[in-house]
């Protein structure tokens, strides 16, 4: 990735304007959905995700951007299902209105998840559920999986495009899949080894987050949303005229 000013000298016929415009944007809000609520072992470490979520925390930061980790285990769902959009105004748990502000007003989200069965985490998909499409919409995801075998919850990552699009955050093409994780993380969330590599390949991701979160973030500020189409109310705008 090219750092974050560098010119487009190298483009013949580029306009000046084009040239001296920085890349990014140094204000941009990012969370970091920390996809796992276990909490026990085996296996072990218990809170595999824990290393992931900072990692990606740090190479946001290095980016001179925001980030928070959204971590399922301090956010109490309670035993029956009621997502925040159910509450009538001002009844919501504080906690969960609180999220529910931050989510929107992120400019894009990382959702880091473990691999359960061939799928995405459950803890992920409960807490993402709780609130409307509306909060996430026009902004874009990067998912990153990770896993203590081998295939780093690649398989996780394809059922996660499905439900991050509804959601209206579009996942970013490059995924990053993370196996043996806790081999290649310390509990701090720094690599073990071959930390240019790794860096280099998580960036690639977190790079397109970046570019299409200002893309988006613009748009969103000078357009308009209405032109999409797309529900910004209830559930219902999803049905057929």
């Given at each position: ?123 992920l998909a409960h ?26 919850g690649a398989r996780a ?85």
């Amino acid at each position: 990735m090219a750092p974050p000013n560098s010119q487009l000298a190298d483009h013949p016929g580029c306009p000046v304007e084009l040239i001296a415009r920085p890349l990014y944007h140094q204000d941009m809000k990012f969370l970091i959905f920390l996809g796992s609520a276990r909490d026990s072992t085996p296996p072990r470490p218990a809170r595999l995700g824990q290393r992931v979520s900072m990692m990606c925390h740090r190479l946001i930061a290095d980016r001179a951007h925001g980030a928070q980790i959204i971590d399922p285990l301090d956010y109490d769902m309670g035993g029956i299902f009621k997502p925040h959009f159910a509450y009538a105004e001002g009844r919501a748990p504080q906690a969960l209105s609180d999220l529910a502000e931050a989510i929107l007003a992120a400019d894009g989200y990382v959702m880091a998840s473990p691999e359960y069965n061939h799928s995405m985490s459950p803890a992920l998909a409960h807490l993402l559920n709780h609130f409307g499409a509306s909060r996430f919409a026009w902004k874009p995801s990067a998912i990153v999986t990770y896993s203590a075998g081998q295939w780093g919850g690649a398989r996780a990552a394809m059922g996660m495009r499905g439900f991050l699009s509804e959601l209206g955050c579009l996942p970013v093409s490059a995924m990053s899949h993370l196996p043996t994780a806790q081999e290649v993380l310390d509990d701090e969330g720094a690599w073990t080894s071959d930390s240019a590599k790794w860096d280099s390949y998580v960036g690639r991701t977190l790079g397109q987050l970046e570019w299409w979160a200002e893309a988006a973030q613009r748009q969103r500020l000078e357009g308009d949303t209405r032109a999409t189409g797309a529900f910004d109310r209830v559930s219902s705008q999803r049905n057929a005229p």
